[in-house]
């Protein structure tokens, strides 16, 4: 009974410490298990992709077309399935304006413990209606929230698929624009993938910054590319 009262506790701390290791993992933006993760590229380029999660919708795909169109930006739309069952045509105006389309699964759940099916059905039903929507490059996926551990890493692996995450969240840090504009233009480096949200009526201040950031930017010397052409980059400057 001793032996069993001494050992209980050692157990305890290694489940304590692995748990809190798989969890630190699971939210890592540079790290998963298996395959490919891209936060973002090495590159001696002034360039940097900014990236739009979540959407489309009806009230403010229009809105952030107009901003990218009039600032002559092509940006990564990372999509929501249901979104795009919903909004069908929002994604047919994005694709038309020569943005690039990334899968951000279908409902947008955390993908920590969860099924092969389940992680399979997220990314190729949503992968089917991007290319309903005629879209026809490669198409990248982001995990919703950033979070993966083991099913959805490896499922992306065996499908030559790979992870895009970020470096600059300034969301994370404040909601309000001129916060999220300093917060981007000082953290943003040679290869950074840029997150934001816009595709909401909450995210006003996020959709206010887009132009500053933008403007911005260019002033530090950077010009913007999508990721799959922030990836390219990366391999020409390993060839």
Same mark, same amino acid.
Request: hydrophobic share 40%.
């Given at each position: 009974m001793k032996k069993k009262f001494i050992y209980f506790p050692a157990v305890l701390f290694i489940l304590i410490a692995v748990s809190i290791i798989l969890f630190q993992i699971s939210k890592?933006?540079?790290y998963q298990f298996f395959g490919e993760i891209y936060p973002r590229v090495e590159t001696t380029e002034k360039v940097a992709a900014l990236t739009l999660d979540d959407g489309p919708n009806v009230e403010q795909t229009g809105e952030i077309l107009g901003i990218l169109r009039e600032e002559n930006v092509k940006?990564?739309?990372f999509l929501i399935g249901a979104d795009i069952e919903k909004n069908k045509g929002e994604t047919e105006k994005i694709i038309a304006e020569g943005h690039e389309i990334g899968n951000h699964s279908f409902s947008h759940n955390r993908m920590v413990l969860v099924s092969h099916a389940f992680v399979k059905n997220e990314i190729e039903k949503t992968d089917e209606l991007i290319r309903n929507s005629g879209y026809q490059e490669e198409i /990248?996926?982001?995990p919703p929230y950033g979070k993966k551990l083991f099913?959805?890493?490896?499922y992306l692996s065996q499908n030559n698929r790979k992870s895009i995450t970020w470096d600059v969240e300034p969301e994370t840090y404040s909601e309000k624009?001129?916060?999220?504009?300093a917060h981007t233009l000082e953290n943003t480096?040679?290869?950074s993938i840029i997150l934001l949200h816009v595709m909401y009526n909450s995210r006003k201040e996020s959709m206010k910054s887009v132009r500053p950031i933008i403007r911005g930017l260019r002033e530090k010397?950077?010009?913007f590319v999508t990721v799959s052409k922030l990836?390219? /980059?990366?391999?020409?400057n390993t060839d």
């Open positions: 890592s933006r540079n940006a990564t739309f /990248l996926f982001r099913t959805l890493p490896f624009s001129d916060e999220i504009i480096k040679n290869g010397g950077f010009n990836l390219t /980059l990366k391999l020409k």
